[in-house]
């Protein structure tokens, strides 16, 4: 089945730029989004891209989309502490069999001072 | 207040006894879905439902039933909760794609529940 594959943990300094990345392996996928999750907080929608864009740039946020190598990325330009959270990669496809959101495990983002 | 509540906030019960949790929506969004949050392992879809008479089964549905009550209302239970089961819940709604939409998910704040 369909899969997203993302590393659990990065750790970057105030004011540099923090890069998340995100594999996938479903070619259909149609819309691929970033969530963030604060503590104690649900997901929200940080940012998404359609898969026949290769990039999407939101102030801070820069989005990547290699659909070859079905690889997305997440840019955080200028990391402040509370960009500190956990970011989802996910992925969908009009054609899935569920028409949901195929999420990655997340990847916990530490900013230090 | 927010498009997505979930009640309880917090629960904690004892093994064997029935819990459910509930999920209302103002979104108007026919869509409505079940996750389980569990550290490292992300998010997993219990159940969904895409319409008040489509309930569909997620990647984990054993031990969980639900209910849509109405189009606003989701509600999940766990039969006899097992410590297992100990994790945080989310309900999040969609609207459907023929609103030609993004089908992002819009989420609750989470139930967190706790089984000893």
């Known amino acids: 089945g369909e899969d997203v594959e993302q590393s659990l943990f990065l750790s970057v300094r105030e004011g540099d730029s923090s890069v998340i990345n995100c594999t996938y392996t479903?070619?259909?996928?149609?819309?691929l989004y970033w969530y963030k999750q604060e503590p104690g907080a649900g997901l929200q929608l940080l940012t998404y891209i359609f898969s026949n864009m290769d990039m999407k740039q939101d102030q801070r946020l820069t989005v990547l989309l290699n659909k070859k190598d079905k690889h997305l990325s997440l840019r955080i330009a200028d990391t402040q502490t509370g960009d500190s959270a956990i970011y989802f990669c996910?992925?969908?496809?009009?054609?899935?069999?569920?028409?949901?959101?195929?999420f990655g495990k997340g990847t916990k983002l530490s900013v230090k001072p | 207040d927010a498009d997505v509540t979930q009640t309880p906030r917090n629960r904690i019960t004892k093994t064997g006894k029935r819990i459910m949790l509930e999920c209302s929506q103002t979104k108007g969004h026919d869509r409505m879905y079940w996750y389980r949050q569990d550290p490292g392992l992300g998010l997993q879809l219990i159940y969904y439902?895409?319409?008040?008479?489509?309930?569909n089964k997620g990647e984990i549905s054993d031990g969980y039933s639900v209910s849509r009550q109405a189009q606003a209302k989701f509600s999940l239970s766990l039969e006899s909760a097992i410590p297992n089961q100990t994790a945080l819940y989310f309900c999040?709604?969609?609207?459907?794609?023929?609103?030609?939409?993004?089908?992002?998910?819009?989420f609750g704040e989470g139930s967190r529940l706790t089984v000893l």
């Open positions: 439902s895409f319409d008040v008479k489509d309930i």
């Open positions: 999040a709604t969609s609207a459907s794609y023929r609103d030609a939409n993004t089908g992002e998910l819009f």
């Open positions: 996910a992925e969908s496809s009009y054609g899935g069999s569920q028409g949901n959101l195929i």
């Open positions: 479903d070619s259909s996928s149609t819309y």
